[in-house]
């Protein structure tokens, strides 16, 4: 199936820091994207679609100006968490949809720490 | 508005059969996921339903009935590995993304 990366895989940081997440689709070109977040024993909760090219679209209560989501190619979506507070932590997923699939692959996540 | 719901946990025992139900109400329907995502492990697809009945696949089959909103996934000759949550996803008319479920924890004991 295709391969989705996600880097880093871990982060710490302290909070009122900004931390960047990179998805890429390896071997595919992703049109879209979608951006999860997943509490503890908790299901995946979608935050924002983000289409190549175009601005993200968010869902209800999350906070654009907070989550900044950047697809600048059809292989590369990023995800800024600007001034990260510890509610933030959480383990972020991103999917991709290639437009000749119909299911989405999702990269490994990254678990991200606010101190 | 979009529901979906799923029991929360399950329990079986090695080499029995298990079936996780997955009920939705969502606005429009084009197709239902299964996910099983291991504990700190991003989800890995299970199967894909758009039309009605049963698709199988190896130990794990899936079934839908749309008229009712429902469907299971079925685990046979469970396995100690297949330990893990269980999502049930629901894709919407005119769009990729994918809703989800709570998620099953399912632990499989010996």
């Known amino acids: 199936g295709a391969v989705v990366s996600q880097h880093p895989s871990r982060v710490i940081c302290k909070s009122g820091t900004s931390v960047k997440i990179e998805c890429r689709s390896l071997?595919?070109?992703?049109?879209?994207m979608f951006w999860y977040r997943q509490f503890p024993k908790q299901s995946l909760m979608l935050m924002a679609t983000?289409?190549?090219?175009?601005?993200?679209?968010?869902e209800q209560g999350v906070e654009k100006d907070k989550f900044l989501i950047n697809h600048a190619s059809l292989t590369l979506s990023t995800l800024t968490v600007t001034s990260a507070h510890p509610e933030d932590s959480s383990f972020y997923i991103c999917s991709a949809a290639g437009s000749a699939y119909y299911e989405q692959y999702f990269g490994p996540g990254t678990r991200l720490t606010v101190t | 508005g979009q529901n979906i719901d799923q029991p929360t946990e399950m329990t079986a025992t090695e080499g029995a059969i298990v079936q996780i139900n997955c009920t939705y109400q969502?606005?429009?329907?084009?197709?239902l996921f299964w996910y099983q995502q291991h504990a700190g492990e991003a989800p890995t697809f299970l199967s894909y339903?758009?039309?009605?009945g049963l698709e199988e696949k190896g130990r794990f089959s899936s079934f839908l009935s749309r008229s009712k909103g429902y469907s299971y996934l079925l685990l046979k000759e469970l396995q100690m590995k297949d330990s893990a949550s269980y999502l049930c996803a629901v894709r919407a008319q005119g769009t990729d993304k994918l809703i989800f479920g709570t998620g099953t924890r399912l632990q499989v004991f010996p």
């Open positions: 983000s289409n190549e090219g175009s601005k993200a679209t968010y």
């Open positions: 339903n758009v039309l009605d």
């Open positions: 969502t606005s429009g329907f084009n197709g």
């Open positions: 071997d595919f070109q992703a049109t879209t």
